[in-house]
């Protein structure tokens, strides 16, 4: 398993080198100092694993995984941050405060591991996000890994887009049209212009006005498909 | 309540005459010995009641003097645990690297955690005291930050032994690392200096950077609410507070004046 060390203190990143020395399973294949450094590295490596430091100059690490699309696994490591803390209670993701202890780091690393088995792992290089790749998403204190299959109803709000997952619905920083190019296609379809459907929370179709649709998703939200958009998805559900 | 039950006791009692004389006695001594019973728990109850009542009012008074002596202590300012969890880090991947560079840091984590569990008990240090730790702390962020923290400390002997609030110099030096260097990927410089004018001490906490009134409201900033608070409580308007923006850097002015503190203590 690929992996890249995020964290602006050198002394810090040597130590966790040391510390993922007997870790057969981990090569660490690059470090970043920073959010845009790691950006880029993250984009030449494709790495399955980051090891992210939260407070960082410039760029904090939540902010480096939101400009990420497809985001790898990730375990967090921190000093001390009681926000950050906060945000992890809610979703129970993986951290570890410095200085890190061995047995937590193993115990972390062989989750991610498991996890890694457990999952096909995606095609990095194809470039589309499929059901099973995970956005990150923060919206105040709260921040959520998101599966993208789990994510039904995509809605356009300027430059932001509107995810419903679960019972949130946060904001992201991207155009509609950005991820209507970037998400699958046998997966997400583009109802109209201001949404984008997963086709997977279909729940019933109706005939709607001027030859378009109006489909029902599981969880209770209506969304009209625009005549020209439908014909191409009746091609799609007649496969 | 009590007058009621009387009542009906001495209705009931004349009912009874009426009717069968001794055993009307008998039940009217028995009524009127449990009225005495009762009427002596009633009492007994409401002096405790009072009493309790008193007892809780104390208490009462008592965690609100413990909360007002928490929010004084708050004022003094303590160590910040980021910085001693980063510095332990960095520690432990300096044992490897250099030793003999990880045993002085220790050295110096433990004189600034010494100095500050000292000064939880003082209002003043001299300010050599106080500049001492802050040079094992810069030491300590140097570590932390290598190439990218530059510092000089710089103190004119007159203003050694002047006595100075603790921890407020090092506050403002980790404010000044917080907002002048590490949010910077480049790093910055940090430069302290204390001369003497006209008797007092002038100490001039100056980091890269600049300041924006906007961007304080914006932020909690505690550390600069908390410096002001502290002078004023100490010192009146013989102190002063002030922040200026200089060619790139960010100047924090004190001037204290010499004598210790003016006002009555506000630690009982």
Redesign the interface.
């Given at each position: 398993m690929k992996a890249i060390i995020v964290d602006?203190?050198?002394?810090?990143r040597?130590?966790l080198q040391?510390l993922l020395a007997p870790f057969k399973d981990i090569q660490v294949v690059d470090e970043a100092?920073?959010a845009?450094d790691a950006i880029e590295k993250i984009s030449k490596h494709q790495p399955d694993l980051i090891f992210l430091d939260i407070?960082m100059?410039?760029k904090t690490g939540f902010d480096l995984l939101e400009e990420l699309d497809n985001v790898p696994y990730v375990i967090f490591t921190t000093?001390?941050?009681e926000y950050a803390l906060k945000a992890f209670e809610v979703n129970a993701l993986d951290y570890l405060?410095?200085?890190?202890e061995p047995a937590r780091l193993e115990s972390a690393v062989n989750r991610v591991l498991e996890k890694s088995k457990k999952e096909d792992t995606p095609e990095l290089k194809s470039g589309k996000l499929k059901a099973d790749d995970q956005v990150f998403v923060k919206d105040g204190e709260r921040c959520w890994f998101v599966k993208l299959e789990d994510v039904r109803l995509l809605e356009s709000e300027g430059n932001y887009v509107r995810l419903f997952f679960h019972d949130h619905k946060p904001l992201i920083l991207r155009t509609l049209n950005y991820l209507d190019e970037r998400l699958d296609p046998k997966t997400f379809f583009r109802a109209n212009r201001k949404h984008i459907i997963n086709l997977k929370w279909v729940e019933n179709i109706e005939p709607w006005l001027n030859g378009g649709l109006l489909v029902k998703l599981k969880g209770g939200q209506k969304v009209e498909i625009s005549r020209r958009q439908s014909i191409k998805f009746k091609d799609i559900l007649s496969l | 309540m009590i007058f009621s039950v009387t009542s009906v006791v001495v209705f009931t009692t004349r009912l009874l005459t009426a009717q069968d004389f001794s055993v009307g006695m008998i039940f009217a001594n028995m009524v009127n010995i449990s009225t005495v019973i009762l009427l002596w728990s009633a009492i007994y109850f409401f002096i405790h009641y009072f009493e309790n009542l008193k007892r809780s009012e104390i208490e009462r008074l008592v965690w609100e003097a413990a909360v007002k002596d928490f929010e004084l202590k708050t004022l003094k300012s303590q160590l910040n645990?980021?910085f001693?969890?980063?510095a332990?880090?960095?520690i432990?991947?300096?044992i490897?690297?250099n030793p003999e560079r990880a045993k002085t840091a220790l050295t110096q984590l433990s004189n600034i955690f010494r100095y500050s569990l000292r000064i939880e008990r003082t209002e003043t240090v001299p300010l050599e005291d106080e500049v001492k730790t802050v040079e094992d702390y810069l030491a300590l962020e140097k570590?932390?930050?290598?190439e990218?923290l530059n510092y000089n400390v710089e103190i004119d002997p007159a203003v050694k032994s002047i006595e100075i609030p603790p921890m407020m110099i090092q506050t403002l030096v980790e404010n000044g690392i917080k907002h002048g260097i590490?949010?910077?990927?480049k790093?910055g410089e940090l430069r302290l200096k204390a001369v003497s004018v006209n008797g007092h001490a002038e100490i001039v906490i100056s980091n890269t950077g600049s300041f924006s009134e906007e961007e304080m409201k914006n932020s909690k900033g505690f550390g600069l609410d908390n410096t002001k608070q502290r002078l004023n409580l100490l010192y009146g308007s013989k102190s002063e507070f002030n922040i200026v923006n200089d060619n790139g850097f960010v100047n924090v002015i004190l001037k204290i004046p010499p004598g210790g503190r003016q006002n009555e203590s506000y630690n009982s």
């Open positions: 602006d203190e050198r002394l810090a040597t130590e040391r100092v920073n845009d407070q100059p410039g000093a001390y941050d405060l410095k200085p890190i | 645990p980021h001693m969890f980063n332990m880090n960095s432990r991947a300096l490897e690297e570590i932390r930050y290598e990218r590490s949010k910077y990927p790093g």
